[in-house]
């Protein structure tokens, strides 16, 4: 299978470059993976696709503000530091920008001198190793000076840091927003919720991998970046409860598919578990968990549209994105939203 055969044409001019005032407002265009058919909705009327008695899963991560501007000391060169992972206490895998001015032994200083990084070590593909030093709390002080790490397309500032936060996000630890879940406001939630659906939680620490393009010709080349995630005994019990009764397991994101897909053992199951994943779903893939997603529009020829048309059907999707475009739907993580059923 070829990469291009995940390519749509998208006009520059679609791409959100801005949250919506109200999140629950964004469109939402509703596939029936089965007959390809698509349907043009709201985004708060996917309260009349869900039953009692499915389980909704959402990734309650928390996006830091990963992205950090300071200057390199005894040349005052700027340099940018992105936080990718945590490695120990106070040391993370990092990308920085400018490279060649970042060699180990390097000092940056962040906020007049408030937070020091000093580069140690140089890992797979030229990410830094960098130690950082400071006074105080180190959440705190990244709060303060760090910036959210918006993708590539995304070119407008972000006056509110939340709105790249989904409003349950909890679990601190992701470079990127997990978007599908930007469209829920807790009032939704809420409603949901009386309806007699299930809200099971799971964690994953979405990497800025995800926005990694596919450069392998053939998809099966292709080297998936590793996340971290965590299932709790109680989401397990509820999307175990779920498959048993015969309800639907609704994923909220690409991440929160990865979870269980990656957690469930050969027959569906789930138990409490966490660990690293890197899990490449695309199609020929057999769901062993996953009956219905929500998810925002991908980029041409990402791992994330292969995701989506392995449970769709490459054909239904791209003719799905070719509506979208047609009726002038926002693309990508400020975007509206499908609902695969």
Request: hydrophobic share 40%; with cysteine.
């Amino acid at each position: 299978m070829k990469r291009t055969d995940f390519y749509y044409e998208l006009p520059e001019e679609l791409i959100a470059q801005d949250p919506l005032a109200d999140r629950s407002s964004s469109r939402l265009l509703v596939l029936d993976k089965e007959s390809g058919a698509v349907s043009h909705h709201v985004f708060r009327e996917i309260t009349d696709y869900l039953k009692a008695g499915d389980c909704l899963v959402i990734n309650d991560t928390k996006v830091i503000p990963a992205r950090l501007i300071g200057s390199k000391i005894g040349t005052d060169a700027k340099i940018e530091v992105l936080l990718l992972k945590r490695k120990e206490n106070n040391i993370w895998e990092t990308l920085v920008k400018p490279g060649k001015k970042a060699k180990p032994g390097a000092k940056i200083s962040f906020g007049d001198g408030l937070l020091v990084g000093e580069v140690e070590d140089i890992v797979e593909e030229g990410n830094r190793l960098v130690r950082f030093s400071y006074e105080g709390i180190f959440e705190e002080i990244l709060d303060q000076l760090g910036q959210m790490p918006l993708p590539p397309y995304i070119t407008h500032q972000l006056e509110d840091k939340n709105r790249y936060q989904t409003v349950y996000a909890k679990h601190t630890g992701s470079a990127a927003a997990p978007t599908a879940g930007l469209h829920f406001t807790p009032e939704l939630l809420e409603d949901i919720q009386k309806r007699g659906i299930e809200i099971a939680r799971v964690t994953l620490h979405v990497g800025l991998g995800t926005f990694r393009p596919v450069k392998a010709d053939e998809i099966t080349d292709h080297h998936m970046h590793s996340e971290f995630y965590r299932i709790d005994g109680e989401a397990a019990e509820k999307i175990n409860r779920a498959k048993k009764n015969g309800n639907r397991v609704i994923c909220v994101g690409t991440t929160s598919c990865r979870t269980i897909e990656s957690a469930a053992d050969e027959a569906g199951r789930l138990e409490e578990k966490s660990g690293w994943t890197d899990i490449f779903i695309y199609p020929g893939y057999e769901f062993k968990v996953l009956d219905g997603l929500i998810t925002n529009f991908h980029l041409p020829e990402s791992t994330l549209i292969m995701l989506v048309s392995a449970l769709a059907g490459r054909e239904n999707v791209l003719a799905a994105y070719e509506e979208a475009v047609k009726e002038r739907y926002r693309f990508f993580s400020f975007g509206d939203a499908m609902f695969i059923y």
